[in-house]
């Protein structure tokens, strides 16, 4: 079995946390005039926002799957998804309970849309536990896996369209949040798990080629051409078949195609870590792209006040002049992953928790 580690991925983790904490803190305390697309600075700050959630997204489906496929070969397949199983469901609990307002509920109040959004945790959740159902379904065969994946990342994102303003107002709320944005939910599980689908597939690749002597090189090359031709001529390409099959969907995600875009994105940051792997290898960067549950947790209560009410969100709003926000960004990232790795046992506590009351049910 490969020795092989692969560090890139905990340090695109970290960069993708570190990314969606002065993500979430500038875009919830900057103040609103300074919100200007003509800025370049501003645009830049937002582009990158932008790449921030594909790129979470696509190295879970990534470092998930081929943990899933490496266990064949110590045989503990059972494990690792019964693991990710369990993984799944964590993550959605904790996205529930990070909106839980327990306040409210304690006087009464149990009517609380904000507690039904759907967030980056539980879409991630529910992406595992989709994941762990296709691979038992593909019987394990690594290639029909790998095939089904990449097509269930074409899929969604070639139909993104006829979902794009879905409205489902006879569905109970709770399960539409999933679906549609209609009632505030940032992140549905589609288009969302074609990130995750589309990590998935690329983890096959590690897995069946990683030993191979010239693969480091062939996969960095792949990824920088594929993200180039994603991000510069995606659009033209569907364009092309618009104009072959007069298929109006095709035209639709050409005039709309941040999706093969954004994946372009990723691909290169895939590139760029990869080749920079032997540089990066720093303790510090890899402890926090293994504490990203935690670190996740910690920046959600601070911010948006989970459990309590009050965070930076209540107490600040949106007043900060730019020098502050950066400055506030930089002691804020540095908090949070300080309380992670020092205070706070997030992943240990909540898996031994989840363990304990599944057995006490069995038992029972």
Known sequence: ??????????????????????????????????????????TIWKYFRGITAPTFFTIS???????????????????????????????????????????????????????????????????LILVVGIYKLTFKKTLLFSILMCLFGFVLFITEPLYRFLDLPNVPRVFANWLTKDYGSVFNIIPWFGYVAFGAFIATIFYRYLERPKFKLGIILGFILCGLLLIFKSGWLLMQLYFITDLELLKDVAYYNYLFTRLGNVLILFAIFYAAENYIKQPLLL??????????????????????????????????????????????????????????????????????????????
């Open 61 to 127: 489906g990534l470092i998930f799957s081929y943990l899933l496929i490496k266990a064949k070969r110590s045989g503990n397949v059972a494990f690792r998804i019964k693991k990710g199983l369990y993984r799944g469901l964590l993550l959605i609990g904790i996205g529930y309970l990070l909106r839980a307002p327990i306040f409210q509920w304690l006087y009464g109040n149990f009517d609380s849309p904000y507690f039904l959004l759907i967030d980056v945790l539980q879409c991630i959740g529910l992406s």
């Open 1 to 42: 079995m490969s020795k092989k580690r692969l560090y890139f991925i905990d340090a695109v983790r970290a960069f993708a946390i570190l990314m969606m904490l002065q993500g979430h803190f500038i875009d919830t305390l900057l103040d609103v005039s300074y919100r200007d697309d003509s800025n370049t600075a501003f």
């Open 287 to 364: 402890k926090i792209g293994q504490k990203t549950l935690s670190i996740y947790v910690i920046h959600f209560i601070i911010i948006y006040g989970s459990f309590t009410g009050v965070g930076l969100h209540q107490l600040i709003g949106k007043t900060l002049l730019p020098w502050q926000a950066i400055i506030g960004a930089i002691l804020f990232l540095t908090t949070v992953c300080f309380i992670s790795f020092y205070y706070v046992k997030t992943n240990a506590f909540l898996y031994n928790s989840i363990r304990s009351i599944v057995e006490k049910l069995k038992r029972n």
